[in-house]
């Protein structure tokens, strides 16, 4: 067991310490009392309330990833502390996760993106992955979860629990064979021609990731098709990518052409119910429930994938890469397809988390420098309150929509406060706040018509929340809302450390 603990994040490790009752109590940074109230000024209060606690929290509260999905153990961590014998994982076959990409058109032809990761799956025993499970589950055990939640919970933990594979060649296969349902998928009709295989140009990273562009061959398909060329189509074309040597590695690409519009959406608590404010829901919601979609979302997105032309899907969630499957399974069996991106292993120090979004968003505004995009997120994100708005203003005339989901309008447990500062000088065409899915219908996304006015607004630019007040009245940091937040921030530290 002890070798167990090592490879768990130092929340999980704090958390199962502070079960058993601690001898004496012991003073802690966190219960340092408030700087002087007069002069305070709620941004900074914040962040040094978020510095005292430590990198967890402030990761968690910036990329609203909940903070239990940080952290994983990778490779060696995983092999060396669960005792796998090398021959045995030689053994088990080489898995490859397969993100499906987008393409843009270049000079050289179609040019896409391939990523995801190489890695090898150890046979642990249930037992063990129980006990792993248990690590997740704090204050639950998994024996007492109904049957489809404890497989679900046994599920995530396998998954998290892998060896990655460095310094592989990784191979691909395109084919011309995607079988895209009309309605679901908007814009996207099935590529007649382009099947090839292509070597990526790099081996797998140290921690078993690719992540690289190719530029596809104008190969000639059943019946003398052939891809159309980016500047003769809107129309958004997919091909199947099979990495080569495994049937676990399928993927789709799409090659989206220069001009149109892309919705570029976050994931959790907007297309989930996740609730990461709530740290025991947020745990269940993640690790042992089916995921559920937030209010008909599924609904708003299927009608502007039917009615807004050629409109591409992109999911850009901070998710650690190892839960993608679970999350890449939710959202095409709920919502429309399109390309995907998470977060790469390389990104796992504090300040790498804190810039991931930003990177994958400027990855995309770049490949596609005359498409317009809606963003899509909610409040607790503070790295999507401060990356949506600067999008708009570092790439003029490319971010047509904004939407928000205020997150503590309809839940009164979610304390975190958010900033909207990023948002002044923006049009208010131009974004939107909003409370149910429903608030989304009928908007005039094509003509830039992105805010319902029958929505109250009261944006302050500066840190608003519960406890903060959602109206400029309210907009001084004090009072006994104020109280009722210090206190909430502080439960949830110790929920998490
Ligand atoms: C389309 O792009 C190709 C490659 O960049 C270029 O050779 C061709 O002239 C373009 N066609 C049109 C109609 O712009
Ligand atoms: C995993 O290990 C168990 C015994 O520990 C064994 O019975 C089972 O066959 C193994 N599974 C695979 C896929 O190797
Ligand atoms: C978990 O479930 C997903 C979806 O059913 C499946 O694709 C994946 O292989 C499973 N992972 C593990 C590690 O069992
Ligand atoms: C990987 O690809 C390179 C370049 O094609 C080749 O020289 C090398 O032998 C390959 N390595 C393996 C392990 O297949
Ligand atoms: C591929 O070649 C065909 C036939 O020459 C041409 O019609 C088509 O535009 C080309 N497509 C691309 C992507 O270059
Ligand atoms: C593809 O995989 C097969 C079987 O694993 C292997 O024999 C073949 O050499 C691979 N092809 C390439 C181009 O890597
Ligand atoms: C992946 O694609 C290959 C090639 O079409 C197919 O044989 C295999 O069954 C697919 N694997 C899965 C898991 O769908
Ligand atoms: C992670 O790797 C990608 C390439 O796969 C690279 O562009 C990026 O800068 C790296 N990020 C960090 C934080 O190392
Ligand atoms: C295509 O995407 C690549 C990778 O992001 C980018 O460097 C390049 O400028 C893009 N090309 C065009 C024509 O937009
Ligand atoms: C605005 O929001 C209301 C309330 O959710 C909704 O009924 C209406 O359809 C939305 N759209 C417009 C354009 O008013
Ligand atoms: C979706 O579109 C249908 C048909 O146009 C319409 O009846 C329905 O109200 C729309 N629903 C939403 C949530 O936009
Ligand atoms: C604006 O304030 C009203 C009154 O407090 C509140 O009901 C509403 O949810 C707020 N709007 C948003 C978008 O949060």
Not at 326 to 341: A, Q, R, V
Not at 449 to 478: D, K, L
């Amino acid at each position: 067991m002890a070798t167990l603990r090592t490879v768990l994040p130092v929340w999980a490790l704090a958390a199962i310490a502070a079960a058993v009752p601690a001898p004496e109590p012991v003073p802690h940074p966190m219960i340092t009392p408030a700087p002087e109230r007069r002069a305070l000024d709620p941004g900074s209060y914040i962040n040094s309330v978020i510095s005292n606690i430590g990198s967890g929290v402030s990761s968690y509260v910036a990329s609203g990833v909940p903070q239990f999905f940080q952290d994983f153990p990778t490779g060696d961590a995983v092999e060396s502390s669960l005792g796998i014998n090398n021959d045995d994982l030689k053994a088990t076959p080489t898995q490859v996760l397969n993100i499906p990409g987008y393409g843009n058109w270049t000079n050289d032809g179609w040019n896409v993106r391939v990523h995801g990761n190489v890695f090898k799956q150890p046979n642990i025993s249930q037992d063990d992955v129980d006990d792993l499970a248990n690590k997740f589950l704090i204050g639950t055990d998994i024996q007492d979860l109904p049957e489809d939640q404890q497989n679900q919970a046994r599920n995530l933990t396998r998954s998290i629990f892998v060896v990655q594979q460095e310094d592989l060649n990784v191979t691909i296969n395109f084919e011309n064979d995607v079988s895209v349902e009309p309605d679901a998928s908007g814009g996207v009709i099935n590529a007649e021609g382009g099947a090839q295989t292509i070597q990526l140009p790099y081996k797998t990273t140290d921690q078993g990731d690719f992540d690289t562009f190719v530029v596809l061959a104008n190969t000639t398909g059943p019946n003398g098709g052939h891809l159309i060329a980016g500047n003769a189509t809107s129309s958004i074309q997919s091909l199947n990518m099979y990495a080569n040597g495994t049937n676990t590695g399928n993927a789709t690409a799409y090659l989206v052409p220069p001009e149109g519009l892309t919705i570029i959406s976050d994931i959790d608590d907007i297309l989930r119910i996740t609730k990461i404010y709530d740290p025991k829901e947020g745990l269940l919601n993640s690790f042992a429930r089916a995921f559920t979609p937030w209010e008909n979302m599924p609904e708003i997105y299927a009608n502007w994938s039917a009615s807004i032309p050629d409109f591409h899907f992109h999911y850009l969630t901070t998710t650690p890469e190892q839960v993608t499957r679970n999350y890449m399974e939710f959202i095409y069996k709920t919502y429309p397809l399109g390309s995907f991106d998470t977060r790469p292993l390389n990104f796992s120090d504090v300040s790498a988390t804190l810039s991931i979004r930003r990177f994958l968003l400027d990855k995309i505004f770049q490949t596609f420098p005359q498409r317009k995009f809606v963003l899509m997120g909610d409040t607790t994100n503070s790295d999507v309150m401060k990356a949506y708005p600067a999008l708009a203003k570092d790439y003029p005339g490319q971010v047509q929509c904004i939407f928000l989901r205020n997150t503590s309008a309809t839940d009164s447990t979610d304390l975190f406060p958010y900033d909207t500062s990023g948002f002044e000088g923006l049009d208010q065409k131009q974004y939107m706040f909003f409370i149910h899915a429903n608030d989304l219908t009928n908007l005039d996304v094509v003509g830039g018509n992105c805010y319902n006015a029958t929505i109250p607004q009261n944006v302050t630019f500066g840190y608003q929340g519960y406890g903060f007040g959602n109206s400029a009245s309210s907009r001084a940091f004090g009072g006994s809302s104020a109280t009722a937040l210090i206190i909430a921030w502080f439960s949830l530290a110790v929920l998490l450390f």
